[in-house]
């Protein structure tokens, strides 16, 4: 399943550090989703985006700054991270109409990240 | 906020064996997800349910949207090797975008 993509698979940083981490969905979705799976806790959203438009931040903090250029591509610019953000971060799109019901999300495979 | 709870945690089965697992919320929800996951991958969809009351299959999968509409269940029939993995609810309240996922139950298949 080729859908949602994400790149780097795996990455390593320090926490001075730069670092953006890339999705990609060839579904022909207008919402794509930012999530965080820590281990052994559910996984948890950090950002939607609706028609490019952010429509959520879940309270996340701002050394995770989300970039949508359009309705393909999504990026997580990371910086000045703590160990703490290790983590899978997932990357999602899904179909979204105001006044339907919710639509599936799709996930791509994931970035494992790793924070010295 | 709406919290899903899923059980049993993990589980050890032998391979043949029927799995049951289910869902469960305080809150009402219109959309019934479940998902599976592979170690290093993402959560990869098996079941969406719409309705309460539904019972989809996807070959040895069935998942049942229970009719309170605070409840999903997930069960696997005659379990092989490849069924190892961590199985996700999730679920969406009327016309939110956004879901809320489980914490996952854990499946080991023994040989």
């Known amino acids: 399943e080729t859908g949602v993509t994400q790149t780097p698979r795996h990455l390593v940083m320090g926490m001075t550090n730069k670092k953006s981490l890339k999705c990609e969905q060839h579904?022909?979705?207008?919402?794509m989703y930012w999530y965080k799976q820590s281990a052994k806790k559910p996984l948890e959203l950090m950002f939607v985006?609706?028609?490019?438009?952010?429509?959520e931040n879940n309270s996340v903090p701002s050394r995770f700054s989300p970039e949508c250029p359009n309705s393909s591509h999504l990026f997580l610019h990371l910086h000045t991270l703590q160990p703490e953000d290790s983590a899978l971060y997932l990357c999602?799109?899904?179909?979204?109409?105001?006044?339907?019901?919710?639509?599936?999300?799709?996930f791509g495979p994931g970035t494992r990240l790793t924070v010295l | 906020g709406q919290q899903l709870n899923q059980s049993p945690q993990s589980m050890f089965i032998q391979e043949g064996e029927d799995v049951s697992m289910n869902c469960t919320s305080s809150?009402?929800?219109?959309?019934w997800l479940w998902y599976k996951q592979d170690p290093g991958e993402g959560p990869v969809l098996l079941i969406a349910?719409?309705?309460?009351?539904e019972l989809t299959s996807n070959g040895r999968l069935t998942a049942q949207f229970g009719i309170t509409r605070k409840d999903s269940f997930l069960n696997i029939s005659a379990s092989i090797p490849s069924d190892v993995g961590i199985y996700f609810c999730?679920?969406?309240?009327?016309?939110?975008?956004?879901?809320?996922f489980g914490p996952g139950t854990r499946l080991s298949v023994l040989p």
């Open positions: 999602a799109s899904s179909q979204w109409t105001s006044g339907s019901r919710t639509d599936t999300q799709y």
């Open positions: 579904l022909g979705h207008n919402a």
């Open positions: 985006y609706n028609f490019k438009e952010q429509t």
């Open positions: 809150s009402i929800f219109n959309t």
């Open positions: 349910l719409y309705k309460a009351g």
């Open positions: 999730a679920g969406a309240d009327n016309y939110g975008q956004n879901f809320v």
